[in-house]
Each structure stands twice: as structure tokens, then as C-alpha cells.
């Protein structure tokens, strides 16, 4: 074994290079806030969030005292430490070093380590898909089967939400990537003005969209809830904007992540708390037309969640794990970053009895912070 990790630093490269190109596309299409590296594990992070403008008439006066905003928060904790691990003793390196085996082993066994974080933190992103504000598409069916107006009606929903225009995602899953790249205006070069997607696979940004590709997409199995009423008796009706609804009469459970929709509303909406206490929650910006009470509500069927999103509206705190003001008993550590991602990884070596111990570890905590800047695109 090398004397410091000094050596190592071109294969540990190596290794991050081969992860970082691979299908972790949510990773790199949210907000890193590099400002939570200050918080301690499952330590709560506030971050304030500027409310909507107050507009109102010009009235001359004393002074212009109007116009006092309540300011949001946004609150993220850092949830997760975790590391990957890997030992070995003198016995096993001489076994493999004979066979000239051990440097490519070791250098695989490093690139597994950054893989299986990557994908934890990637699927805790993807999880985050029932905090979305509406939904888009048919339930069990593959979206882009013939062209691209699915992309063009989810990024309606968030340019009705208000959503930022400038650095919008859609994170799509392998299925609906084959079918995007299976369609021949994207794929034929005179239509599609660009050959990358035909020769090399890589997918186009579409209407304004960073199109990515995620193996930690979720699928979503409805809950069992039917026959559902919407409870409101007094005043008789839900406000525009209510997220809060109560429901009576039915059986069975309303699951968060499940979508919902209301007799004579076309909206489909996304339940962020199940059904508890006799009403659900929806994800801001709550309802959209005005819901009488006794309005059937339908649980819709079993979906794959494609994810719409502005980058803002994610954010992920990611630091490398704490280390006690005065040291541990590595003998050697260093900082390796993921140029795609902007990850940073902790790499530390431990000397023990006969044997070392290499360490690959990150800390990290996912939130949504803005439901109204994302959507889901149902396959």
C-alpha cells in the first residue's frame, strides 16, 4: 500500500470520472448549497425565501409604511453521514499483486464506492416527488409516444406556477428516454438541426428544458382510497389556493405521492400528506378553481414520476462528513470533487494491525424548497 494517498490521486480521479458520466441526472440538475457545510448532522439549516411582491396604489402620507412582507423559510437538514468502506490485509494484496490483479481491482472497488453514494443521494432526490405541484400526462403510459407536446404542456404548468424560465429540468426516466430518442424529429439531423442525439445518444434540450436521464426515477403505486367527497359544508366551498382538503364518505387510503383530481377540474394534483384526520394535502400552489363541498375525488392510477423542476426548486446540502477539530486515526485524507456534480468526497486511509482500511464518505440532506416550481410528468 502506498505511504500517503498522494499516489492514488490519478486512479481515485479515474474512478469519479467513470460515476459522474453515468445515469444520476437529478444530482445535477438541482441547487447545491454549499452554505450547510456549517450544519452538524440532523442540525436544521434556514434559508429565507422571498414572498410574493406587495403591489398597491400610490397614496401620499406621512410615509410609505405599506407594503410589510412576510417572509418564507425554507428549512433542510443534513440527514444522511454514510460511508463506503474498503479493507485489506497484507495476505490478500500479495494474492492478487502476484496475479497483477490487484491495481485494477482496487481502483473498481473505489469506483463502486462512489457509485453506491451517488445513488443514494440520487434516489433521496427522486423521493422527493410527492412535494410537486400538479401533474401531466396518462398514468402507465410512456410519455413522447409520437412527439413533443409532453414537454410542452408540463413546462405550462410551470410557467403557470411562475416558475423561473432561465434554468428549467426534466429528469426522465430510461423508458421515456428511448421513446424520446426513438422519434424521428429528434433523431432525423435536417429536423432536428443537431446530430448529437442520433450519433451519440445524448439528449436535446427541449423547450426550454435540461433534458436528463435518471436511473432513480420512482414508480408510485396508487393507494387503495375510492368513492371520496370533498367535506367543506361551511362556507360550502374550497377557496382558490387551498391545499388542505377534507374529504368524507370514502374507503381506503389517499397515500402521499398518489394524484388526485376533482369532478369538473382538470387539474391533477399532487398529494404531498396522505390521508390522515379526515383530509389530504396537495402541494402549493393548492387548488386552482374554486371546489364545492361533496365534489367526488379520484384517486388516479399507478404512475412513474418524471420530474419537472427549476433548479431552485431543489436543493441539495452536501459536505464531506465532520472530522473533530483535533483529528481521528486516519493516517492520510484528501478531497476528491466530481467535476459534473460538484460533489465532494472525503477520501481517508486508517492503518490498523496488518490490514488498512480506505474510506469514501459524504454527508447530505435533500428538500424541496418551492412545490410551485415543479411538476410531474406521469409514464
Known amino acids: 500500500m502506498p505511504n500517503t494517498l498522494n499516489n492514488l490521486i490519478p486512479g481515485l480521479y479515474t474512478a469519479m470520472d467513470v460515476v459522474s458520466r ?50 418564507k423559510r425554507i428549512e433542510l437538514t443534513i ?18 499483486s502476484s496475479a497483477g490483479t490487484f491495481p485494477a481491482l482496487f481502483q473498481n472497488q473505489i469506483q463502486q464506492g462512489f457509485r453506491g453514494l451517488c445513488k443514494e443521494v440520487e434516489n433521496d432526490l427522486a ?45 426522465i426516466n430510461t423508458t421515456a428516454a428511448a421513446k424520446l430518442r426513438s422519434l424521428g424529429m429528434v433523431t432525423k439531423v435536417n429536423e ?21 436521464e435518471s436511473a432513480a426515477i420512482r414508480t408510485k403505486t396508487k393507494g387503495d ?7 367543506k359544508p361551511t362556507p360550502g366551498v374550497l377557496a382558490i389556493g387551498e391545499t388542505v382538503i377534507p374529504v368524507d364518505t370514502g374507503t381506503g387510503a389517499i397515500e402521499a405521492g398518489d394524484i388526485v383530481t376533482f369532478n369538473g377540474d382538470p387539474n391533477k394534483y399532487v398529494v404531498s ?4 384526520g379526515g383530509a389530504f394535502t396537495i402541494a402549493a400552489p393548492g387548488l386552482l378553481k374554486l371546489t364545492n363541498d361533496n365534489v367526488a375525488v379520484t384517486v388516479g392510477n399507478s404512475y412513474t414520476a418524471n420530474m419537472a423542476f427549476a433548479r431552485s426548486a431543489i436543493v441539495l446540502a452536501a459536505r464531506t462528513p465532520a472530522i473533530p477539530s483535533l483529528g481521528d486515526s486516519a493516517h492520510d485524507r484528501t478531497i476528491i470533487t466530481d467535476p459534473v456534480s460538484n460533489l465532494s468526497f472525503d477520501i481517508a486511509v486508517y492503518r490498523q494491525y496488518h490490514q488498512v482500511t480506505f474510506e469514501i464518505g459524504l454527508a447530505w440532506g435533500v428538500t424541496m424548497a418551492k412545490s410551485e416550481h415543479a411538476a410531474l410528468l406521469l409514464g
Open 22 to 71: 453515468e445515469q444520476t441526472g437529478l444530482i445535477a440538475a438541482v441547487t447545491l448549497d454549499a452554505s450547510a457545510s456549517r450544519a452538524a448532522l440532523n442540525q436544521t439549516v434556514i434559508s429565507p425565501v422571498a414572498p410574493d411582491a406587495v403591489i398597491g396604489d400610490i397614496t401620499p402620507g406621512v410615509d410609505g409604511s405599506e407594503g410589510l412582507q412576510n417572509v
Open 79 to 96: 440527514t444522511k453521514s454514510r460511508s463506503a468502506r474498503i479493507t485489506w490485509n497484507g495476505e490478500e494484496e500479495l494474492a492478487l
Open 127 to 171: 423521493m422527493l416527488y410527492k412535494t410537486s405541484s400538479r401533474a401531466y400526462g396518462t398514468a402507465g403510459t410512456t410519455p413522447f409516444a409520437a412527439d413533443m407536446s409532453d414537454t410542452a404542456n408540463i413546462l405550462k404548468i410551470l410557467n403557470d406556477n411562475g416558475a423561473p424560465t432561465g434554468d428549467q429540468q426534466l429528469v
Open 192 to 212: 432536428a438541426g443537431d446530430a448529437s442525439l442520433a450519433r451519440q445518444g445524448i439528449l436535446l434540450d427541449m423547450h426550454g428544458f435540461a433534458m436528463r
Open 225 to 231: 382510497g375510492a368513492g371520496y367527497l370533498v367535506n
Open 273 to 276: 400528506s396522505g390521508l390522515s
